[in-house]
């Protein structure tokens, strides 16, 4: 065999030769052909699997925007596979909602998730990221304590 033909049957080139080789009888054969494989055979029975987003360091961006105009930063973290914990305490009310809301499609986009672990505090995570558990807010488990009393 050539090492033209040898080159056409490693990158797939020439199946119909070696199917007709294949076909053809093995009593005139020598055991040394019968022990040479085809690299392209040889190729498809390595089976390396290598993870592609495999992050070593995880980083945990921590933000406290004081305007809607830093929303962008925050979601070009997100985009960027970083979890994003929001503290929207030093912005009014009607600002914080539009930031929650902004997140919220942005986490949404990129198939992750938003959590409030605490008074107007917020963990987006990119879809790469997964949280486990909850954390309920402390109103509603002292309301509830006091009625069981």
């Not at 494989?37 to 029975?45: A, C, G, I, V």
């Not at 089976?47 to 105009?69: A, G, T």
């Not at 994003?84 to 909602?97: P, T």
């Amino acid at each position: 065999m050539s090492v033209m033909n040898k080159f056409m049957n490693f990158i797939g080139l020439n199946e119909e030769e070696e199917i007709l080789e294949r076909e053809r009888p093995t009593e005139g054969r020598e055991p040394a052909e019968e022990a040479e494989t085809n690299p392209f055979e040889q190729r498809k029975t390595r089976s390396n699997v290598v993870s592609i987003h495999s992050q070593k360091n995880v980083r945990v961006v921590l933000c406290e925007p004081r305007s809607y105009d830093e929303t962008q930063d925050i979601a070009d973290h997100l985009r960027s596979r970083r979890p994003v914990v929001v503290n929207l305490q030093r912005v009014r009310n009607d600002q914080a909602m539009r930031i929650v809301d902004f997140l919220s499609g942005t986490v949404y986009a990129l198939g992750g998730s938003i959590s409030k672990i605490g008074p107007n505090i917020f963990i987006c995570t990119p879809e790469s990221v997964e949280l486990q558990g909850t954390i309920s807010e402390l109103l509603h488990d002292e309301a509830d304590y006091n009625t069981s009393r």
